[in-house]
């Protein structure tokens, strides 16, 4: 196993843009689950059943597509955008039944600037842009 400290490295642009935009979108969906869990723990003292509903809440397709368009249009520097729309446009995405193709391509892409910004050492901009997110996107 790795040391930890190997683990923790950061990427730089260039390798971060080396992986598969899936690979960052299968890491951004952790990242963007740990924001969320972590706003809910802080925020409210409540039972973990509670706490699971309003957590799909927001890490559905739906929600997160609606906030990608928003980021997209009001947030996004260049890079950004950039790792978006490799995410989005990705080969081998195949929704779920609970939500549209155009949903989850959308969500994929989020996850994929997720993904890359947490791998770039970018973690302050992922809670930046998760603020953006709750502030202006509703449930």
């Known amino acids: 196993m790795k040391a930890l400290t190997e683990l923790n490295k950061t990427l730089s642009h260039a390798e971060a843009v080396q992986y598969s935009p899936l690979t960052l979108a299968f890491f951004g969906d952790s990242v963007y ?3 969320v869990r972590s706003e809910l723990i802080l925020t409210a003292n409540m039972p973990a059943r509670k706490l699971h509903t309003h957590a799909v809440k927001l ?3 739906s ?4 906030a990608a368009h928003y980021l997209c249009e009001n947030a996004f520097d260049e ?8 995410g989005r446009n990705a080969n081998g995405i195949n929704a ?9 391509r959308a969500a994929t892409g989020l996850e994929a600037v997720f993904g890359y910004l947490a791998l770039t050492g970018r973690r302050q901009r992922c809670g930046e842009l998760y603020e953006i997110i709750r502030n202006n996107i509703k449930e």
């Not at 779920?96 to 989850?104: F, G, V």
């Open 63 to 66: 929600y997160q597509a609606r």
């Open 96 to 104: 779920p039944k609970s939500s549209t193709n155009a949903d989850y």
């Open 59 to 61: 890490v559905c397709a």
């Open 79 to 86: 890079q950004e955008e950039y790792i978006y729309k490799r």
């Open 33 to 35: 689950e740990e924001l």
